[in-house]
């Protein structure tokens, strides 16, 4: 039986975008979701859930809306659109699901950048400020200002909701694709929250459909598709999470992984590779490797080299060439990063860890994996760095 939290999860989007739609007003769009949600949260218990969720909240919440209108005595004209649901001035190009609508007109150029991304994983996919910020890698005070700062520059330079013209969807689609890019993290980093993930997924695939011609939207699908097809083999029975390296290959979805590749291949082809397509490329050296020890580093860690040096960036290219090269290499590498913008992300005393196991260092070993349990965010991690810690324990 689906549970609330997953309803939630699959519906806040799509209510909130297209209340939106129909008034025009955000903060009303939320507002009338949120008591959408709270009436199902009080009834469904008692009267069962609807056989269409996603419809009986839509349907509660543009009530709320119209009866919030009949309040401001706004006119017949906008009540009377809100109540058929329709909008009657569609624009030329239309985009045919009201999400992608939604990001699109999140996505205005007049908004910074992370305040585009962070705004629409906050309007379509409910994800809390807490939740945001841990994709941002920021503290939760500094999104939460970030988030008002955006909603006060559309209330007050005016930013239209609505599907920009075709010729300026180009300059949007880099904040888009970071959006899916991010949502379908969120989904794929937690087993009680996959919908985000295969939304992720529905909502790229539409992408792709919508703008054939955007080679780096098919970049995205094809790297999303080839981490997909390793879902199901991340994670042990009770829940301990197994590295790349232990995963057991004949369980991965080979369709899955075939489908990707065909669709990097035909997008690589075009000559126009972006950072997308080359995150799908690493994807797919790792996919089509038929054990662990097949794979391909040197060129995992040249193709980390084509990509924009960010530190989280930095650090996996630090992986891969300490697996080519050695682990005392990488974690010399990982140890001038320790003093940057990475200290305190859990994956770098972890990484460090897993360096120092394989030189034999277990009491250095052991003090990096305790380093990374206290600043470790998942359940699954924190037991795999526990397992790995009694580990080289023993070991000392």
């Not at 097949?294 to 697996?323: E, F, H």
Request: hydrophobic share 45%; glycine share 6%.
């Amino acid at each position: 039986m689906t549970s609330f939290e997953e309803i939630y999860r699959q519906e806040w989007g799509q209510v909130v975008a297209t209340l939106i739609r129909l008034t025009g007003d955000w903060e009303l769009a939320e507002e009338c979701a949120q008591e959408a949600f709270a009436a199902a949260l009080e009834r469904w218990p008692r009267d069962g859930v609807p056989d269409r969720p996603g419809a009986w909240l839509t349907t509660t919440a543009r009530n709320r809306a119209i009866d919030w209108l009949r309040r401001e005595a706004v006119g017949a004209q906008k009540l009377k659109e809100v109540a058929a649901m329709r909008d009657e001035s569609e624009p030329a190009y239309d985009v045919p699901d009201d999400r992608l609508r939604l990001m699109f007109t999140c996505c205005h150029p007049a908004l910074a950048m992370e305040a585009r991304v962070a705004l629409t994983l906050r309007t379509l996919a409910g994800l809390s400020t807490a939740e945001i910020a841990r994709a941002f890698l920021v503290p939760e005070t500094t999104m939460s200002k970030r988030l008002t700062r955006a909603k006060q520059k559309i209330r007050y330079a005016g930013i239209p909701y609505r599907v920009p013209p075709a010729h300026l969807l180009p300059e949007r689609t880099p904040a888009v694709l970071a959006v899916l890019y991010l949502l379908f993290n969120e989904g794929y980093s937690d087993v009680v929250r996959t919908s985000l993930s295969s939304e992720a997924i529905r909502l790229a695939r539409l992408l792709v459909q919508l703008m054939p011609d955007e080679p780096e939207a098919a970049g995205l699908l094809a790297l999303m598709l080839l981490h997909d097809a390793r879902r199901d083999t991340r994670l042990t029975a009770d829940g301990v999470l197994v590295t790349l390296e232990e995963q057991d290959r004949t369980r991965w979805d080979h369709a899955g992984i075939t489908e990707g590749v065909d669709l990097l291949d035909a997008t690589l082809r075009r000559g126009t590779p972006g950072p997308y397509q080359v995150q799908a490329a690493i994807a797919a050296c790792h996919a089509t490797a038929r054990t662990a020890a097949d794979t391909d580093w040197p060129q995992i860690a040249g193709l980390y080299g084509q990509l924009k040096q960010t530190p989280v960036v930095a650090l996996n290219r630090a992986v891969a060439i300490g697996m080519a090269d050695g682990p005392a290499v990488g974690l010399r590498l990982v140890d001038d990063l320790a003093a940057g913008p990475l200290a305190g992300y859990h994956l770098l005393p972890a990484t460090r860890a897993d360096f120092l196991r394989r030189l034999g260092r277990a009491s250095e070993a052991a003090s990096a994996y305790r380093e990374a349990l206290e600043l470790s965010t998942t359940d699954a991690e924190r037991r795999y760095l526990q397992r790995r810690l009694n580990e080289v324990s023993v070991r000392g």
